[in-house]
């Protein structure tokens, strides 16, 4: 095994949630051992901690300071993975987008020669006008103004090992009901990107040495809403029946929904951003960062038949 690889620590705040899970399986698979994670959701934590036993789980909420930043001083990269994602609460996404993020480049200013690997999201050339993508404009900004250098990854909707907000709720909400509602036609275009693939970026942007550009990292197959679905309930095997439902029925239904659950997992926001027909640049990133693209069938069989992580299932 690589030496350097075992001793070069490896910081992941907000690394207990989809993408953070599944690159740490990546990074100990390719030899990698200093890895530290933190993050403030506890049951994710311990959902990380039960995999991985060996490695620094902790506690923080980056949107304070505290004594997680001493980890920083002898850290060898930094993937900042902190990311509010759904919720009604415009606070949490000016904490967990903002406020964490600057307290983070101020730690990592404090490191010696740290690498940084920021990632943003494709919503940043979105037309939506939502928390999410408004807040993640910012940060995004935040960053490249900081005078710290680092790629900037933009991915498109992720999914894959450990998905709980995305295709891994809407599998779990299919096997349940005998019915799933899709708004509309569905045919709302999606580019969906496989999180495997990603983290190999993420990897790729560490050991190349990657140390600036903005990058639109996006699926390179286009793929319907509602074929998507078809695809999901192909793999695993669910028996539900898919109808279609009017758009207003099903956005006053995601509003009554979300008047009773503070954090839902899918939002009139959200729905508003999936119907907005957005398309993202697609790049040659196998190319550039020397990694393969996993066709979106083969990959929803990855996400949903692995006998170990695809049984994994974390908390909103």
């Known amino acids: 095994m690589d030496i350097d690889k075992r001793s070069q620590k490896i910081l992941l ?13 990546r990074l100990k698979a390719r030899g990698y051992r200093n890895l530290v994670v933190l993050d403030k959701h506890r049951a994710n934590l311990e959902v990380l901690r039960r995999m991985h036993p060996e490695l620094t789980i902790e506690y923080a909420d980056l949107a304070e300071r505290g004594d ?10 930094v993937v900042m993975l902190q990311a509010q994602i759904g919720g009604n609460d415009y606070r949490d996404f000016e904490r967990n987008n903002l406020d964490s993020t600057r307290h983070v480049l101020d730690a990592i ?67 349940k009901v005998p019915v799933f509602p899709v708004p509309g036609d569905g045919r709302y275009m999606r580019q969906p990107l496989y999180v495997g693939d990603f983290c ?31 695809e999901i309930r192909r793999a695993t095997g669910a028996r539900s029946l898919i109808v279609n439902i009017p758009y207003g029925l099903f956005h006053g239904l995601l509003w009554l929904w979300g008047k009773f659950d503070r954090n839902p997992p899918f939002t009139t926001q959200q729905l508003a951003a999936l119907v907005a027909r957005d398309e993202f640049e697609v790049i040659d990133w196998p190319r550039i960062f020397s990694v393969r693209s996993t066709p979106f069938a083969e990959a929803i069989r990855e996400t949903f038949c692995d006998p170990t992580y695809s049984r994994v299932v974390l908390e909103f």
């Open 13 to 25: 705040p907000g690394g207990a949630g989809l993408v953070g899970q599944n690159l740490v399986a």
């Open 68 to 77: 997680w930043e001493h980890h920083f001083a002898d850290a060898h990269a």
């Open 109 to 175: 200013r404090t490191g010696n020669d740290i690498r940084l690997v920021h990632i943003s999201s494709s919503v940043v050339e979105s037309a939506a006008d939502d928390y999410y993508t408004n807040t993640k404009k910012a940060q995004e900004q935040m960053v490249l103004e900081s005078g710290i250098r680092c790629p900037v990854l933009r991915p498109t909707l992720m999914f894959g090992w450990f998905d709980r907000k995305h295709l891994g709720w809407l599998s779990r909400f299919m096997r």
């Open 200 to 230: 190999n970026i993420i990897i790729s942007c560490i050991e190349q040495r990657i140390s600036e550009g903005v990058f639109n990292i996006s699926g390179h197959e286009q793929v319907d809403y509602i074929d998507i679905i078809r």
